[in-house]
């Protein structure tokens, strides 16, 4: 027995895990690169920090600030990596401090290959020499991303930086981002607490923009591709839609239904604005209180599509204590009338095993945007403004 113990134990990291806990709800935070790409600095991160706790945004349940790719400058002599001396000449152990000191947690970018996307140092081959550095500095979350790396195989190479940060001793959450090529949803429970399923968010609701070899898709072709995805998602390990939009441009109606949508699918929310500049109907949207609790909802469950009828799309999430939540989509650019009519409809999840027979009880709902409320016993009657939703919590069910 001794000897298998000792057998086990040298073989190194042979029970190392992903931190637990970590992200028993999808993690929820901001990151620099939607907006800013490689122009950030420590300014820019202290004052997002400022921004996320004075806009309400950490009320809201946003916690995470990222750093995202170009905080990085060379290795020194021993390999150790530094931050940018021009960018972040006070370190990064500084702004963690600060950042923690603000209540808010501090995260960082890395790549599995020798370079990041851009062109920065990446891991490879200083895998635990740099988790250990993180963990000296205080990083509480660290997204690790896929350029460079041909050859390599992706569940091992993601498995050694979990290890690396296992040994370093410090819970970080782990995000893979190697945009679903190599199926990360099957081996990604084990490995990370979230994975990138898809190329890059690309700032527009129903497009797809494709310059030489890279794709960015808008937000219907992300949504299109989760379909299949849903049954690995749970408490500890999502599928990750990319890092928001919202605010960056789009419409406030598209980015309402942006928003609900990563929200219903249990996506992590990663704010890609400008939080120091934001507008107050961005700032609201951000802050809607009903559509993050179903989000951040403890079931944990990603939501299915329960109906899809041209342009329109329902899709329902069930929730803790018997609720859902229930999401009308028009995908369309031109308006539609809704006419839903509950009791024609049964609603079923084979994966967490609820259903509802709307002829059989009735349920309130409130609408998490236009905070209207009533009762599954009529019709459900509204007016959908193009690429808009109407996301509903059901409570209940009522007294028939
Ligand atoms: C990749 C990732 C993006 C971002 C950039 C940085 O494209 O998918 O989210 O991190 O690299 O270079």
Wanted: hydrophobic fraction near 40%.
């Amino acid at each position: 027995m001794l000897g298998l113990l000792l057998g086990a134990a040298a073989c190194g990291n042979s029970w190392a895990q992903k931190a637990e806990g970590l992200a028993d709800t999808p993690p929820m935070g901001w990151n620099s690169w939607n907006k800013f790409a490689c122009d950030i600095d420590e300014r820019l991160i202290r004052e997002t920090a400022d921004a996320m706790v004075k806009q309400g945004l950490k009320d809201a349940g946003f916690q995470y600030v990222n750093i995202d790719d170009c905080w990085h400058g060379q290795r020194d002599a021993d390999g150790n990596i530094q931050p940018d001396p021009k960018r972040f000449p006070s370190g990064i152990k500084a702004l963690a401090d600060y950042v923690h000191g603000k209540g808010l947690k501090l995260g960082i970018y890395s790549d599995a290959g020798a370079t990041t996307c851009g062109g920065h140092p990446g891991s490879r081959g200083h895998e635990y020499q740099d988790a250990l550095t993180y963990a000296r500095w205080g990083i509480d979350y660290v997204k690790y991303d896929w350029c460079d790396t041909p050859g390599l195989n992706a569940e091992a190479a993601y498995t050694t930086m979990r290890d690396a940060i296992a040994k370093a001793g410090r819970p970080m959450v782990f995000s893979v981002c190697e945009w679903g090529m190599s199926k990360p949803w099957d081996w990604g429970g084990q490995v990370a607490h979230m994975w990138r399923t898809t190329p890059d968010i690309y700032n527009c609701f129903d497009c797809e923009y494709s310059p030489g070899f890279s794709v960015g898709l808008g937000v219907l072709r992300i949504l299109d591709k989760q379909a299949n995805l849903r049954k690995f998602a749970g408490p500890g390990r999502w599928n990750d839609m990319d890092m928001l939009e919202v605010g960056n441009g789009m419409s406030e109606d598209e980015d309402r239904a942006h928003l609900s949508i990563w929200a219903m699918m249990a996506s992590p929310l990663i704010l890609g604005n400008d939080l120091r500049s934001m507008t107050e109907s961005t700032r609201r949207i951000l802050t809607n209180p009903g559509v993050i609790a179903v989000n951040q909802d403890k079931l944990g469950v990603q939501a299915l599509r329960i109906l899809a009828d041209g342009p329109l799309e329902v899709y329902a999430k069930p929730l803790e204590g018997g609720q859902w939540a229930l999401m009308f989509l028009n995908r369309s650019n031109q308006a539609l009338d809704l006419r839903h009519d509950w009791k024609a409809h049964l609603m079923n999840d084979d994966l967490s095993k609820r259903s509802v027979d709307f002829k059989k009880t009735v349920y309130r709902w409130s609408d998490l945007w236009s905070k209207k409320t009533g009762d599954t016993s009529g019709k459900l009657e509204a007016r959908l403004a193009p690429h808009s939703v109407l996301m509903l919590r059901l409570t209940g069910p009522a007294k028939p």
